[in-house]
């Protein structure tokens, strides 16, 4: 069973970071360019980032450039999104997928929630 899980959420002051994670198992995604993306309440699902198979290129939605940085780490099965300069419109649930998400890959995603 293929799973991906993502954590490191919390609730933090505008200005603040976090670094999310998100670990694979039941496969291994280091043949695929992975994504990060959230959806914050009442909205539909958002595009964030992603991040090529050799990590070397990467892409980000306007509202994030410059505050957030994906990575990975093949090895490990692991995707990463360093959240830094948070503001209070990043408050949504965070996921991770594949960079043209698989439906059957959505997780439970992680909470973030930025103060003002």
């Known amino acids: 069973q293929v799973q991906l899980v993502e954590s490191g959420g919390g609730l933090v002051q505008a200005g603040g970071s976090l670094r999310l994670s998100c670990a694979a198992s039941?496969?291994?995604?280091?043949?695929?360019?992975m994504g990060w993306f959230r959806q914050a309440p009442g909205k539909e699902r958002e595009f964030v980032a992603r991040?090529?198979?050799?990590?070397?290129?990467?892409y980000y939605v306007d509202s994030v450039k410059g505050r957030f940085t994906i990575s990975r780490n093949r090895a490990k099965n692991t995707v990463y999104l360093q959240m830094n300069s948070l503001k209070p419109e990043d408050t949504a649930v965070y996921y991770c997928?594949?960079?043209?998400?698989?439906?059957?890959?959505w997780g439970q995603g992680t909470q973030v929630t930025v103060s003002s």
């Open positions: 997928n594949t960079a043209s998400p698989h439906s059957d890959y």
């Open positions: 039941g496969r291994t995604f280091s043949s695929y360019a």
């Open positions: 991040i090529s198979l050799s990590g070397g290129s990467t």
